[in-house]
């Protein structure tokens, strides 16, 4: 069955930086395009970026363009969410979760994702 | 940036009744509309993509119409397990926006 696995949340101060991974299963990894989601505390969603199945297309949130970095090793299985220049608006679970596009249809869904990762910037 | 707004923000239900969500677009998004189930500590759960095409696995008694910019999620028949939070997430275009969510609550 699917699965998707994220770590590598924790605190970090202000200004600082952590990576996030995303480890994928149960399906053939580099055939999907992956988003990352974000929740702040008792709040809603936001969509952060997704990455195409080749790691060539990237498209992410304003808030984030030019301090969060996004990659994918497919040999690996792997989803990377490299986040700098950190700030505590960045506080929030961070999802992964795969993209599935359905061409026949309006179809691009997030139809699984992993449990999150609690990323807490805070002095 | 593609706006959606939910409405009611929240609401109170009794098991057994029909619940109904709306979902409004700022521009038209055709058919690129997802609905998304989240229960408190879990990760969200897709219901229905694609406006009205009911993800495998999900119950029966839910069900998305619209296209456009106007869009419903209906459950027919309230169960105990869906107490729980609800956001639509136009993927149209990027950013993939999400409403801001709608808590269904026991009566």
């Known amino acids: 069955q699917v699965q998707l696995v994220e770590s590598g949340g924790g605190l970090v101060k202000p200004g600082g930086s952590l990576r996030l991974s995303c480890e994928a299963s149960g399906f053939t990894f580099s055939d999907y395009y992956m988003s990352w989601i974000r929740q702040a505390p008792g709040k809603g969603l936001e969509w952060v970026s997704h990455i195409s199945n080749s790691g060539t297309i990237i498209n992410n949130a304003d808030s984030v363009k030019g301090r969060f970095t996004f990659s994918r090793d497919n040999a690996k299985n792997l989803l990377y969410l490299q986040m700098n220049s950190l700030t505590s608006e960045d506080t929030a679970v961070y999802y992964c979760?795969?993209?599935?596009?359905?061409?026949?249809?309006?179809?691009?869904?997030?139809?699984?994702w992993g449990q999150g990762t609690l990323v807490t910037v805070s002095s | 940036d593609i706006q959606m707004t939910q409405s009611p923000s929240s609401l109170s239900a009794s098991v057994g009744d029909r619940v109904i969500v709306t979902c409004r677009a700022s521009q038209s998004i055709a058919g690129y509309l997802n609905w998304y189930q989240q229960k408190p500590g879990k990760a969200p759960k897709l219901l229905i993509f694609?406006?009205?095409s009911l993800q495998s696995g999900i119950p029966s008694r839910f069900s998305g119409s619209g296209s456009g910019t106007d869009f419903t999620l209906t459950i027919s028949c309230l169960q105990l397990e869906d107490f729980a939070n609800y956001y639509c997430?136009?993927?149209?275009?990027?950013?993939?926006?999400f409403g801001q969510g709608t808590k269904v609550e026991i009566k």
């Open positions: 979760a795969r993209l599935t596009i359905d061409s026949g249809t309006y179809g691009y869904y997030l139809d699984h």
């Open positions: 997430q136009q993927s149209y275009t990027t950013p993939y926006t």
């Open positions: 694609a406006a009205s």
